[in-house]
């Protein structure tokens, strides 16, 4: 029997995402765009005109109000093309809203130059002198500091001109990846035919038949390597859209403009990189109880996502899930357990749950400040989608918070905060399903998904990062991004991480061709520090109770009020400190112990 994928229509509506709450009608979507170009004409009065506290206002109040509806038409319109890549209006409908990002982008550009010419003096002052302009206090603070690498309003315009040029790269992979790369079928252990897909891929290396798991990784990756050299373009091209724009904006390297955004400084990545390489022994110590739990010769990348306990039931329906996400979560309070399970109602339409043909895979949550969040699951009924589950609504979550208590301006959260939330839920759900069971096998089975969210999370990632620093550095040092250099910089990673009881399969050197967040500079880091802030925020959740959890929660409704270092600090994790990301990896090494005396 062939297992093919289901069709969009296939899926029962319950369990889809309802993007009409953002709006009715592609008609209605359309008709915001009409709005939105009728603004663009009224900001063009604001030229020139920035000289008093009350017009300042007003212009910032309108760039706003664009820009939230520009949130709202991009969102729909990719949310649209996620559902299913292969339908020509969806596509159109992505590209339309991109280019009018692009358009907004350019029609505002000359707001932060003109302020720029301000003093300081000027903007605080206009600040006492004008009711209602107390609240853009952080944002025009966070621009001064910005103002070395704000150019001239014509340089400014032409770069925001740029900007769909310069998403070229990332569009096109996405693309690529999710709609046009086929990876075949293979017979699996209960002998039926599988198509390979990007949604089944780790399920399928989760098999516990060999096999199985060989021909899923030479499947999947004979369709990377079959168009090696174009994805090897694609990349170069990203990261030396990355290098021109940081150059053009004075940094001293694409690591700084990144970080800089958010006032993150590149210590703090570099730091990280260096703590979590004094714990890659405790990573090859596991990948050496992996083997000889797995009672293997050779330890193979496609050997690293099946779970080392046999005969464990890891699968759960996505209705049980959700009743263990509540069970387990019960810590953050009822506050927190009642608007949750509110959003995960069918009714409310916050889900899509699960894969179907041409949809987006992996998982992601979004939308807008009008709308409530929506979530991308692609549900497939192991433990890791339960798991997943929580992530993706900690990042809902977050959201919905942030959203009720901050305006507009302030209710995004920073990329280095984004990944807290979703991982606070991850650990208490672990913690609980642990001492939720008396079974031994069962115990160690959690374990390992312990350390594999580890592994994935902190090791994983801060590989990944120190691919994106290297593979920038040598663009920035004039050297080519070839598939062959790309390959070479990849393995080498991989050897250092994963240790000698590893093989590192050729076929793996492309595996950076996979990775759609290297199209996102300097992305990657994010989800081991904020891996490791939210095991601190957990472990103070269970040990103090109420007085952690009022933290938590003003934490997420702080948005982006705050620098996220120290809106970080304020919940008791400061991240200029080596210290949390050694406490947590000291859990790491506690929990291979634990493992190791489960299996003996």
Same mark, same amino acid.
């Given at each position: &029997?062939?297992?093919?994928? #289901?069709?969009?229509?296939?899926?029962?509506?319950?369990?889809?995402?309802?993007?009409?709450?953002?709006? +009715?009608?592609?008609?209605?979507?359309?008709?915001?765009?009409?709005?939105?170009? =009728?603004?663009?004409?009224?900001?063009?009065?604001?030229?020139?005109?920035?000289? =008093? %506290?009350?017009?300042?206002?007003?212009?910032?109040?309108?760039?706003? #109000?664009?820009?939230?509806?520009?949130?709202?038409?991009?969102?729909?319109?990719?949310?649209?093309?996620?559902?299913?890549?292969?339908?020509?209006?969806?596509?159109?409908?992505?590209?339309?809203?991109?280019?009018?990002?692009? #358009?907004?982008?350019?029609?505002? !550009?000359?707001?932060?130059?003109?302020?720029?010419? $301000?003093?300081?003096?000027?903007?605080?002052?206009?600040?006492?002198?004008?009711? %209602?302009?107390?609240?853009?206090?952080?944002?025009?603070?966070?621009? &001064?500091?910005?103002?070395?690498?704000?150019?001239?309003?014509?340089?400014?315009?032409?770069?925001?001109?740029? %900007?769909?040029?310069?998403?070229?790269? !990332?569009?096109?992979?996405?693309?690529?990846?999710?709609?046009?790369?086929?990876?075949?079928?293979?017979?699996?252990?209960?002998?039926?035919?599988?198509?390979? @897909?990007?949604?089944?891929?780790?399920?399928?290396?989760?098999?516990?038949?060999?096999?199985?798991?060989? +021909?899923?990784?030479?499947?999947?990756?004979?369709?990377?390597?079959? *168009?090696?050299?174009?994805?090897?373009?694609?990349?170069?091209?990203?990261?030396?859209?990355?290098?021109?724009?940081?150059?053009?904006?004075?940094?001293?390297?694409?690591?700084?403009?990144?970080?800089?955004?958010?006032?993150?400084?590149? @210590?703090?990545?570099?730091?990280?990189?260096?703590?979590?390489?004094?714990?890659?022994?405790? *990573?090859?110590?596991?990948?050496?109880?992996?083997?000889?739990?797995?009672?293997?010769?050779?330890?193979?990348?496609?050997?690293?996502?099946?779970?080392?306990? +046999?005969?464990?039931?890891?699968?759960?329906?996505?209705?049980?899930?959700?009743?263990?996400?509540?069970?387990?979560?019960?810590?953050?309070?009822?506050?927190?357990?009642?608007?949750?399970? +509110?959003?995960?109602?069918?009714?409310?339409?916050?889900?899509?749950?699960?894969? =179907?043909?041409?949809?987006?895979?992996?998982?992601?949550?979004?939308? @807008?400040?009008?709308?409530?969040?929506?979530? $991308?699951? =692609?549900?497939?009924?192991?433990?890791?989608?339960?798991?997943?589950?929580?992530?993706?609504?900690?990042?809902? /979550?977050?959201?919905?918070?942030?959203?009720?208590?901050?305006?507009?301006?302030?209710?995004?959260? !920073?990329?280095? $905060?984004?990944?807290?939330?979703?991982?606070?839920?991850?650990?208490?759900? /672990?913690?609980?399903?642990?001492?939720?069971?008396?079974?031994?096998?069962?115990?160690?089975?959690?374990?390992?998904?312990?350390?594999?969210?580890?592994?994935?999370?902190?090791?994983?990632?801060?590989?990944?990062?120190?691919?994106?620093?290297?593979?920038?550095? &040598?663009?920035?040092?004039?050297?080519?991004?070839?598939?062959?250099? *790309?390959?070479?910089?990849?393995?080498?990673?991989?050897?250092?991480?994963?240790?000698?009881?590893?093989?590192?399969?050729? #076929?793996?050197?492309?595996?950076?061709?996979?990775?759609?967040?290297?199209?996102?500079?300097f992305y990657v880091y994010q989800y081991a520090t904020g891996y490791v802030s939210a095991i601190a925020i957990s472990q103070k959740i269970l040990q103090d109770g109420e007085e952690a959890v009022n933290a938590y929660l003003e934490f997420l409704k702080a948005g982006g009020s705050d620098y996220p270092i120290d809106v970080l600090k304020k919940v008791g994790v400061d991240m200029e400190n080596p210290e949390p990301i050694r406490e947590a990896l000291k859990v790491f090494e %506690?929990?291979?112990?634990?493992?190791?005396?489960?299996? !003996?």
């Amino acid at each position: &029997m062939e297992l093919k994928q #289901k069709k969009r229509e296939e899926i029962p509506h319950e369990y889809q995402w309802k993007l009409e709450h953002i709006y +009715e009608s592609a008609f209605e979507w359309q008709a915001s765009i009409d709005e939105i170009q =009728n603004s663009l004409k009224e900001v063009e009065t604001f030229k020139g005109s920035l000289t =008093n %506290g009350q017009t300042l206002l007003d212009c910032l109040n309108m760039v706003n #109000k664009i820009d939230e509806k520009v949130n709202n038409i991009f969102a729909y319109a990719r949310m649209r093309l996620d559902e299913d890549g292969s339908i020509a209006s969806s596509q159109a409908m992505a590209d339309k809203a991109q280019t009018l990002w692009v #358009k907004v982008q350019s029609a505002v !550009s000359f707001v932060n130059p003109e302020i720029l010419t $301000l003093s300081e003096e000027d903007i605080q002052t206009f600040i006492k002198s004008t009711s %209602g302009l107390e609240l853009y206090n952080h944002y025009l603070n966070d621009l &001064m500091r910005k103002k070395p690498h704000v150019l001239s309003a014509e340089i400014e315009k032409i770069l925001a001109d740029a %900007g769909e040029i310069g998403n070229a790269s !990332s569009n096109a992979y996405d693309m690529l990846k999710d709609t046009d790369l086929k990876y075949g079928t293979l017979i699996d252990e209960n002998n039926d035919t599988v198509t390979v @897909t990007q949604g089944r891929f780790i399920s399928l290396l989760q098999s516990s038949d060999r096999r199985v798991r060989k +021909e899923t990784f030479e499947l999947y990756y004979n369709a990377y390597l079959g *168009l090696k050299n174009t994805f090897a373009s694609l990349m170069s091209s990203n990261v030396k859209k990355d290098v021109f724009f940081s150059k053009t904006r004075n940094f001293s390297s694409s690591l700084e403009a990144s970080l800089h955004e958010n006032n993150i400084p590149t @210590t703090v990545y570099g730091q990280l990189v260096k703590t979590v390489n004094e714990f890659l022994p405790a *990573l090859h110590k596991y990948m050496g109880l992996r083997k000889k739990a797995l009672k293997l010769d050779e330890l193979h990348a496609y050997d690293l996502y099946v779970p080392i306990v +046999e005969n464990v039931d890891a699968t759960i329906s996505y209705e049980d899930a959700k009743t263990k996400l509540v069970e387990g979560l019960a810590p953050l309070g009822e506050e927190y357990i009642k608007a949750m399970q +509110e959003g995960m109602k069918s009714e409310s339409g916050w889900i899509d749950v699960y894969e =179907n043909e041409n949809k987006s895979s992996g998982a992601y949550a979004w939308g @807008t400040y009008s709308s409530h969040p929506f979530v $991308l699951l =692609n549900y497939d009924g192991k433990m890791d989608d339960m798991f997943t589950l929580a992530h993706e609504m900690g990042h809902a /979550m977050h959201s919905f918070y942030s959203n009720a208590k901050q305006p507009y301006i302030y209710a995004g959260y !920073s990329h280095f $905060l984004a990944e807290v939330a979703s991982t606070v839920n991850e650990a208490l759900l /672990m913690e609980y399903m642990l001492k939720s069971t008396d079974d031994k096998k069962m115990c160690a089975y959690l374990i390992n998904e312990y350390l594999e969210q580890f592994r994935t999370t902190v090791f994983r990632q801060v590989m990944f990062a120190e691919f994106e620093a290297k593979t920038h550095e &040598m663009v920035e040092n004039g050297q080519a991004l070839t598939m062959e250099a *790309l390959n070479a910089v990849y393995r080498a990673l991989n050897e250092k991480y994963y240790g000698k009881d590893v093989i590192i399969d050729d #076929k793996l050197d492309i595996e950076w061709a996979r990775i759609p967040h290297f199209y996102r500079a300097f992305y990657v880091y994010q989800y081991a520090t904020g891996y490791v802030s939210a095991i601190a925020i957990s472990q103070k959740i269970l040990q103090d109770g109420e007085e952690a959890v009022n933290a938590y929660l003003e934490f997420l409704k702080a948005g982006g009020s705050d620098y996220p270092i120290d809106v970080l600090k304020k919940v008791g994790v400061d991240m200029e400190n080596p210290e949390p990301i050694r406490e947590a990896l000291k859990v790491f090494e %506690g929990l291979i112990d634990q493992l190791q005396e489960l299996l !003996s």
